[in-house]
């Protein structure tokens, strides 16, 4: 039997299990017509009953199934989809670091006070200054290491500054004091400090020490939960507005109140949209010990809107910046001392991690750019699967490969998760590696291969599902997914595989959660750019309004004039 066949086999065994036997009601609490429901005849009709899709067939044949109590939606017109699910998002990471966060000018030499010096002044005792800012391991300093920089700003009060999401950190003497960083200190697994050619530490840290670091400094920062959660609304409004229903929360902070945080919006309020919260794994706090922590928080109940059965794995860093791991060396090394890039978790490391995770049911969402990486994945998670059919493991970042691996992640039934504009991954073409080429979505799709797309952050990096579906179809054909029935299933039906949740979201079939989302327009019909200008009308996740826009028109209840 092959793992395809096993893969759906089991995805019917669970959908049996999760989905309630709705058929069979006699009414529907909700019936939506006059739209144009994707994928289905012109007539088609939706009810809903319980919060799942219950009806879907031509408008006479529910006739009998409204009743004085049946709310009704007239979509006028507009088209109706399943609602996106976002595989990559960063929500609590944006509200929990602008709460204590200032941004760094690191390329302006003037001594002037800034944002961050006015903070550093305002600091109570103990308390670390942390800031952010782009380019820090390429910032031209005249001569001075960053912890040179930095000391001469901020002298008495323990600094970090960070690159967000991209595991770079700069820090202060002081810092590098409380944290015993010094001319002695060993590189810790999967991290690495940067030193002068004298052995001593520079202020710039690698990988998982960073985020070590950025704990002890968030640790000193008390969070105001009411603040976090007036914020927290504002930016569910903005999921709700771009339709999304479901998301994948690739949080970095979860050890600093976000797993307290999720844990509390999902009790105490409505959550507006589905979450799987990943928490983020170090390669040095000890496999054991992490284990037996992620086997206190798992959450596996699929028809709830709170998820915790998968972990956030950096294998290497980014390409960009010249640490994601390649097969071959760096023309220009910006770690001199690793000429091939960064492996956060080493291939024994890797592979360690994804058979030890089937034993507490997590699958794992891997972050993995180079080539090198790549491999490590792959061929970890084809041991894993020795152990498990069911484990869920996506593969996301990915910007090279050797063209011999692009079967296996089909035959591994793993996802790819593209975060960013494939122009940038265009641009990458001149960058060839010996034995590997830029990642071909066309040729990830002739294996059949899983491809979901996601928008990637939040704040000024936040972009919807519509611009990002419109930005990848107008990229070369090689860069791109096939066409648009392609790149709606890469916010729908794609990343509910990723997350576990088809047999619950991801499509209109009876039985689902009626997670949908109102368009103004029918993509299929129109260009890109078009596309880009489409309007969300109305979201909706079990069968409840999440959004609804002033062009919607408002809904009717009772029975008459419906037919």
Aim: aromatic share 8%.
């Amino acid at each position: 039997m092959t793992f395809k066949l096993r893969r759906f086999l089991l995805g019917m065994l669970v959908a049996g299990l999760c989905v309630e036997p709705v058929f069979a009601r006699s009414s529907v609490d909700t019936l939506i017509s006059g739209g144009i429901v994707y994928n289905m005849p012109p007539d088609t009709v939706i009810g809903i009953s319980d919060g799942k899709i219950s009806y879907l067939g031509e408008g006479q044949g529910a006739k009998a199934l409204v009743t004085d109590t049946t709310t009704r939606i007239d979509a006028k017109g507009a088209s109706i989809y399943p609602g996106f699910i976002d595989l990559h998002t960063h929500l609590f990471d944006t509200i929990g670091f602008e709460n204590v966060s200032c941004e760094v000018d690191i390329h302006s030499s003037s001594s002037s006070k800034d944002a961050c010096q006015q903070r550093a002044e305002e600091l109570e005792s103990g308390q670390w200054l942390v800031g952010y800012a782009k380019g820090l391991l390429t910032a031209n300093l005249k001569s001075l290491t960053p912890k040179e920089w930095l000391d001469a700003r901020f002298p008495h009060v323990p600094v970090v500054i960070c690159e967000p999401h991209s595991s770079v950190i700069w820090m202060n003497s002081v810092a590098l004091q409380q944290m015993k960083i010094n001319k002695h200190s060993v590189d810790p697994i999967g991290a690495k400090i940067l030193r002068t050619p004298q052995k001593v530490a520079s202020g710039v840290v690698l990988g998982s020490l960073s985020e070590m670091v950025l704990e002890e400094a968030l640790r000193t920062h008390e969070m105001d939960m009411n603040q976090v959660l007036n914020r927290f609304e504002t930016l569910a409004l903005d999921l709700q507005k771009s339709g999304i229903t479901s998301i994948g929360e690739s949080g970095g902070f979860w050890n600093h109140g976000g797993l307290q945080f999720w844990q509390k919006v999902a009790q105490d309020y409505n959550l507006g949209f589905r979450v799987s919260v990943r928490p983020r794994l170090s390669p040095f706090k000890g496999v054991n010990d992490q284990l037996v922590q992620l086997t206190s928080m798992y959450r596996n109940d699929l028809n709830a809107l709170f998820l915790l059965n998968q972990v956030k794995i950096n294998v290497d860093g980014q390409y960009r910046l010249g640490t994601a791991r390649l097969t071959q060396p760096y023309d220009k090394a910006t770690v001199p001392s690793e000429p091939n890039g960064l492996f956060y978790f080493t291939p024994t490391e890797l592979n360690t991690w994804l058979t030890r995770l089937e034993e507490v049911n997590f699958g794992a969402y891997i972050h993995a750019e180079g080539d090198a990486a790549v491999e490590a994945a792959l061929y970890s998670i084809q041991n894993a699967r020795q152990k498990s059919d069911d484990q869920r493991f996506t593969i996301t970042g990915m910007q090279f490969i050797k063209p011999v691996q692009y079967p296996l992640f089909s035959e591994m039934g793993v996802t790819v998760n593209f975060l960013f504009n494939a122009v940038r991954r265009a641009d990458l073409a001149h960058d060839q590696l010996n034995h590997a080429k830029v990642v071909s979505i066309k040729s990830l799709e002739h294996f059949s291969t899983s491809v979901a797309l996601s928008s990637g952050g939040f704040g000024a990096h936040y972009t919807p599902p519509l611009k990002r579906i419109a930005e990848n179809l107008q990229q070369p054909t090689k860069y791109r997914v096939k066409d648009i029935h392609k790149a709606i299933e890469a916010y729908t039906i794609e990343p509910a595989k990723s997350l576990g949740i088809e047999s619950v979201t991801g499509s209109l079939v009876i039985g689902k959660s009626a997670d949908l989302v109102f368009i103004d327009k029918d993509l299929t019909q129109l260009s890109a750019e078009q596309i880009a200008k489409s309007t969300v009308l109305l979201t909706m996740l079990q069968g409840g309004i999440t959004y609804q826009h002033e062009k919607a028109l408002p809904m009717t209840s009772g029975s008459n004039s419906m037919f």
